[in-house]
Each structure stands twice: as C-alpha cells, then as structure tokens.
C-alpha cells in the first residue's frame, strides 16, 4: 500500500505534467483595419483563429455606432478617428459588424 505522502507527490507530478501539456495554442492577435466608405462597399469578409485576440480598428466618414453581433459589444465611432473594438474571438462561427445607425453590414467576421 502506497504512502499518503508518496501517494500526494504523484498526484503533484501528474498535474504539474497535465499544467505544461497545456491546451490548444493561443492564436495570435489579430488587426483588422477597416474604414468605412459613404456609400458603404460590399461587406467584408475576414476569418480569425478561434482564441484570437481581435483588434477591430474603424474609421468612418461621419459620427456612428459598431456593434459586433454575437459578442453584443457596441462602441460610439467618432467621425474621421480610428477606434479600436478590443475582444477575444472565443466563440467560432460568423458574426456581423455594422452600423447602428444605417444598419449597413461592413464585415462579417468568421470564427474558426
């Protein structure tokens, strides 16, 4: 019969071993620049690495509001001045980015 003692130093070793097996590798960051046009083009299409950190970077011509669906996050665009749209992409499949005040779709962003 194993120790109490021996047995805690091989349940330690077992996890410090699963610890550095780690899971899936993180994705790098990803910059998506995209700046809006009046009229707005054909919608974007761009595919990020599931686990990607996600840099959204919009600019548009006047004052408006993104929202990225499925992630449900909304940021005020000031016209003329890029602002960035920060988020872990930790949810695969396609998402709308667009305007809450013309609700045009500028990107669709696919999860993978």
């Known amino acids: 019969m194993m120790k109490p003692a021996a047995r805690l130093l091989l ?3 077992a996890t410090i071993g699963l610890v550095g097996c ?13 700046v809006v046009t009046d009229p707005p083009a054909p919608t974007l299409s761009v595919e990020v690495p599931l686990g990607a950190e996600v ?7 006047t004052d408006d509001r993104a929202h ?9 665009l000031p ?6 749209i920060v988020f872990t992409a930790d949810m695969s499949g396609t998402y709308e980015v667009e305007s809450h005040i013309t609700d045009a779709v500028w990107l669709n962003l696919v999860v993978k």
Not at 22 to 34: E, N, V, Y
Not at 55 to 61: A, D, G, N, V, Y
Not at 79 to 84: E, F, I, L
């Open 11 to 13: 349940l330690l070793i």
């Open 22 to 34: 780690g899971g899936a590798t993180s994705a790098p960051p990803q910059t998506i620049d995209l």
């Open 55 to 61: 840099t959204l970077r919009i600019t548009t011509p």
């Open 68 to 76: 990225v669906h499925g992630y449900e996050i909304e940021e005020d």
């Open 79 to 84: 016209a003329g001045q890029a602002t960035d």
